[in-house]
């Protein structure tokens, strides 16, 4: 008898606010994730040759004819494969990122720095193929699409551990 | 308007002559000063600043808070640090929404006043960057403590218990990581597991009493007590749940930690106990020369209360116990204090925090010894003041 008098009590308290239920089509709208098995990336295509002009035109003048960079304004995309290393580690998409799926969604959701989410979704392959290519992972005619793009291998894939913090002992 | 017998005014009234009688006197005003504002400043005579440098992209990159001008533990929120990955966007609170969606039994959209229908906590923690004292790490020691050591700020936060959030959504048992992302313009975007999510993060509408500053994410953030900075995501408009992290450009390529053997640790989230003397230290001057000086700043840990932190003035050879100024409370910055006379010779001044799990910060050279110089991030090394024969105090011995 008790139990029946406390239990509307309980249900009250949970549910005295809620937010509304999102539709599907506003999930879809604004759903920008993209993970490292491919879910979530757009359909559409692109590659080196058809990234190279997108990438003149959008990319190079911050990152660079060869995606050099520019030293302490804007990052080096390509090179450093080789330096994490040595006591002058230059980190790019070649030398350091692990998954290709990342190039792509950074590309997709925060690039060009100054006009974000400007590019077609095919440029946004095209562009990442270029990138991907300059760092010699890829050739300059491979396709990238929905279902090839997660499966290039990044040169620093196994390159990342778990966090094995507290590591410093002090001596005290 | 008829006054009554003992207003204000009738006071001020009778007592004009005496002011005057008075007005000889320093510093005692004869005049009325400014009218009631509506918003408060600080004094015109209060200078202290967030430095803000020239940049090719400005609204990228870091301001550091003046630790050296701090008192307590409260940052003012105008003063507090900033790290913006793609400027700081202006946001209408009428418009702007939660979107909770992916491993949910009810995908929902929250607005700024369905948020505020939930019952709020206040706590007060600290937020700090984990490339905080990247210098100081890559052998660069900063000059002052807002140089070395200010991408630190304190405040008190208010706001919706994140599980409060994911409880009246319902999580699936798949949910294992939850992507929070930003409404800037690059969408910033972090990774964070459900245990620390259902633990104590906070969805944050409020700082230090006030709705948040444009530079704190308002409307509303994500408050992750005691990890890396970068995951407390400002703007907040989307959180997406997940059975694994989406591995977005900032946390694999940008905030991992870069060891020497060619490694690099990813989801290094906890910011580990750290302290720093903020007066007397670098930029300053020992005014009175040889006799009794406060020294004085703030320890803090990511895992949880300060528990002791003591002071040396030799480099590290001998060391004191400070005095802890209450309230010490978790993830949080503690307030510590030391009287200390100093006899004219040269000094180097240090602080060393230990935490309530027992963790001693370390030395620069013992947290180089085990991750190199070029881990970048948390560094929480013990830093240095050297007290010169002159009494002007600097970064260098």
């Known amino acids: ?172 | 308007m008829k006054q009554p017998p003992h207003s204000r005014r009738r006071f001020l009234a009778l007592a004009a002559p005496l002011v005057g009688l008075t007005a000889c006197k320093k510093g005692v005003p004869s005049e009325i000063g400014a009218p009631l504002s509506s918003y408060g400043a600080r004094s015109p005579h209060v200078t202290s600043l967030r430095d803000v440098k020239d940049s090719v992209t400005p609204g990228t990159g870091v301001t550091h808070t003046p630790l050296q001008d701090l008192e307590g533990i409260i940052t003012p929120a105008s003063l507090h640090f900033e790290r913006h990955h793609a400027g700081v966007p202006d946001i209408d609170p009428a418009t702007h929404d939660i979107l909770l969606h992916g491993l949910v039994e009810r995908p929902l959209i929250f607005s700024m006043s369905d948020l505020r229908r939930f019952p709020s906590v206040s706590q007060i923690h600290f937020i700090e960057c984990s490339g905080n004292s990247a210098a100081e790490l890559a052998g660069e020691p900063q000059p002052d403590p807002q140089q070395s050591a200010g991408l630190f700020s304190c405040s008190e936060w208010t706001g919706v218990p994140l599980a409060t959030l994911l409880h009246t959504a319902g999580l699936k048992k798949e949910a294992k990581w939850i992507l929070a992302e930003g409404a800037d313009a690059c969408l910033m975007a972090r990774s964070i597991p459900i245990e620390k999510a259902l633990d104590d993060i906070l969805v944050a509408y409020a700082q230090n009493g006030e709705p948040l500053r444009p530079e704190q994410g308002f409307p509303v953030r994500l408050v992750v007590p005691g990890w890396e900075g970068n995951i407390n995501v400002k703007w907040l408009h989307r959180l997406h749940v997940l059975d694994q992290p989406s591995m977005t450009r900032d946390e694999t390529s940008h905030y991992t930690d870069l060891m020497p053997d060619g490694t690099a640790r990813i989801f290094t989230f906890p910011m580990e106990a750290k302290s720093m003397i903020t007066r007397p230290a670098g930029g300053q001057k020992m005014d009175y020369g040889p006799g009794a000086y406060e020294i004085t700043g703030l320890a803090w840990s990511g895992r949880g209360k300060v528990q002791r932190v003591e002071i040396s003035s030799d480099g590290g050879a001998n060391w004191k116990d400070a005095s802890l100024q209450l309230p010490i409370l978790s993830k949080a910055a503690t307030r510590f204090r030391f009287e200390w006379r100093w006899d004219g010779q040269p000094a180097a001044l240090q602080s060393r925090c230990t935490d309530e799990t027992g963790y001693v910060q370390p030395s620069l050279d013992e947290l180089v010894e085990a991750r190199g110089r070029f881990s970048y991030y948390h560094c929480n090394a013990i830093k240095t003041w050297f007290v010169h024969q002159d009494g002007s105090v600097s970064h260098v011995a």
């Open chain 1, 1 to 172: 008898m008790w139990r029946s008098a406390i239990l509307p009590i309980c249900v009250c308290a949970i549910a005295f606010a809620q937010g509304r239920p999102a539709t599907e089509a506003e999930i879809k709208a604004r759903d920008f994730t993209i993970l490292p098995n491919g879910t979530g990336l757009p359909k559409g295509h692109g590659d080196a040759v058809s990234g190279r002009t997108v990438y003149e035109q959008k990319c190079q003048d911050c990152h660079g004819l060869h995606g050099e960079g520019q030293s302490g304004k804007y990052p080096a995309l390509a090179g450093g494969v080789g330096s994490l290393k040595s006591v002058n580690p230059i980190k790019t998409v070649g030398s350091y990122w692990p998954y290709a799926t990342t190039l792509f969604d950074y590309i997709h959701r925060a690039m060009p720095y100054d006009h974000p989410r400007s590019l077609s979704t095919d440029d946004v392959y095209s562009v990442a193929a270029y990138v991907l290519f300059l760092n010699g992972i890829v050739t300059e005619s491979q396709e990238l699409n929905e279902k090839t793009l997660p499966q290039v291998k990044m040169p620093n894939r196994n390159g990342f551990v778990a966090d094995p913090r507290p590591d410093v002992k002090s001596k005290k």
